[in-house]
T-cell receptor
């Protein structure tokens, strides 16, 4: 079974630039999460999708972050414009949803904003 | 905001010793999960314990849950150098922002170092 795929693995941008991350979850998984993990901290939930609908984006900085999940499969997370404090690892995870909340994680994208 | 708080923040032990990590949380949960993260990698699910369970085992892992104290512990027995990683508890709780879907909230983690 293929795991959660994320790209790119690493990204370095200057502040005020924009960046996008891509995630392909495990086939059949209805729930998709985006987490932000700052060095030395636990993952912080940014947004949760159920199929192609957003069920929680309460901690997403909506003035600069946006996310979408097309056709309930792939997802993209965008930051525009980036700030220095956005430097972190962005983790995508998926789960079956109501049947099981065990989450499967991708390798993450390490973003450095300079 | 973080739901779970792990204790200790860091733990250093010798191979063969047992490692115990604790997690406390704030709200009612459906289940509690433990994950491991090796440096620079994604998280890997270790074990899930439901709110109506008190103890669960998986290989060298033993998890306990005390819902009255809102706390859980993860015990790794006979630790190995390969167990060196960060360990996170995650609470699966009702998502107050959505129609019945649960969300997974992680604590700050315990960094475990096992020395040969």
């Amino acid at each position: 079974e293929a795991g959660v795929a994320q790209s790119p693995r690493y990204k370095i941008i200057e502040k005020r630039q924009s960046v996008a991350f891509w995630c392909n979850p495990i086939s059949g998984h209805a729930t998709l999460y985006w987490y932000q993990q700052i060095l030395g901290q636990g993952p912080k939930l940014l947004i949760q999708f159920q199929n192609n609908g957003v069920v929680d984006d309460s901690q997403l900085p909506k003035d600069r972050f946006s996310a979408e999940r097309l056709k309930g499969v792939d997802s993209t997370l965008k930051i525009q414009p980036a700030k220095l404090e956005d430097s972190a690892v962005y983790l995508c995870a998926s789960s079956l949803g109501r049947l099981s909340t065990e989450a499967f994680f991708g390798q993450g994208t390490r973003l450095t904003v300079v | 905001s973080q739901q779970g708080e792990e204790d200790p923040q860091a733990l250093s032990i010798q191979e063969g010793e047992n490692a115990t990590m604790n997690c406390s949380y704030k709200t009612s949960i459906n289940n509690l999960q433990w994950y491991r993260q090796n440096s620079g990698r994604g998280l890997v699910h270790l074990i899930l314990i439901r709110s109506n369970e008190r103890e669960k085992h998986s290989g060298r892992l033993r998890v306990t849950l005390d819902t009255s104290k809102k706390s859980s512990s993860l015990l790794i027995t006979a630790s190995r150098a390969a167990d060196t990683a960060s360990y996170f508890c995650a609470t699966d709780a009702q998502n107050m922002f959505s129609g019945g879907y649960n969300k997974l909230i992680f604590g700050a983690g315990t960094r475990l170092a096992v020395h040969p």
